[in-house]
């Protein structure tokens, strides 16, 4: 299968940096000449650009676990990892920062409809079991990010990246490629493209606009009622991942 390219799946709930995180390898695999992003996952993108004119990375961002099928059918995502050409890197964040984010987001947009209860004790436990799922495949395919640790060193995170796809960026770079994804990088490129009618992105629809960019916002925001709502339904991975 060495002609055919190596699929780099960037996985991430709502509200982990997770646009950021696939930026960011897009970045690190377009500059090294390695390879191209494609923004989100659809299948029909996964059997186009799975040809050796893609170069030896995709990079495409997804919510769902792939390899177990999507939509009920039989995925691509299935397909590479059995062959070997499937690497993933994974967002995480403490769930509690990411319902204060989403909560916040939605009273911004006068979105009336966001129902926060069903979001943490429905949606959460999906989510994260997809994430949970990409992460047990393993250090050798899966890369797993912390919200609190990327935000805090960008150009760590840019070399943790390379690292991981071995790919090889000169310091100038990866300090380059770190400074476009800062909170006062990420407003400024959105204003621009607004003021100038651009897209912000060639491949996504939009980039999510930033709410906190911090860490350890819940209990702030929450009510005790709230953040025990959202520890006893995802309890499991919180432990998991310390962060109850």
């Known amino acids: 299968m060495a002609d055919k390219p190596t699929w780099v799946f960037v996985a991430g709930t709502y509200r982990t940096a997770s646009t950021t995180q696939y930026r960011m390898v897009r970045d690190v695999v377009e500059e090294a000449g390695t390879g191209i992003g494609i923004g989100y996952h659809t299948e029909d993108k996964l059997k186009e650009y799975d040809t050796p004119e893609s170069g030896k990375f995709v990079v495409c961002k997804v919510f769902k676990f792939l390899p177990d099928g999507f939509r009920g059918e039989s995925s691509r995502g299935k397909l590479f990892l059995d062959e070997g050409r499937l690497k993933a890197t994974v967002t995480i964040r403490d769930p509690r920062d990411i319902a204060v984010s989403m ?61 991981h796809l071995k790919i090889h960026v000169p310091k100038e770079l990866a300090h ?55 520890e006893d339904a995802n309890q499991e991975f919180m432990e998991r991942f310390g962060y109850i």
């Open 103 to 163: 909560m916040r987001r939605a009273q911004r947009l006068g979105n009336d409809d966001w129902d926060f209860s069903h979001t943490v004790t429905e949606d959460f436990p999906e989510w994260l079991g997809d994430l949970e799922k990409w992460i047990d495949l393993g250090r050798g395919i899966t890369m797993l990010t912390r919200f609190e640790e990327m935000t805090a060193n960008l150009y760590r995170e840019v070399n943790r990246i390379a690292d």
């Open 176 to 230: 380059d490629i770190a400074s476009r994804h800062t909170i006062s990088a990420i407003r400024e490129h959105k204003r621009k493209a607004r003021e100038e009618g651009m897209k912000e992105d060639p491949h996504l629809p939009q980039i999510p606009g930033i709410v906190f960019g911090t860490s350890g916002l819940y209990p702030q925001w929450l009510t005790y009622p709230q953040r025990r709502e959202i």
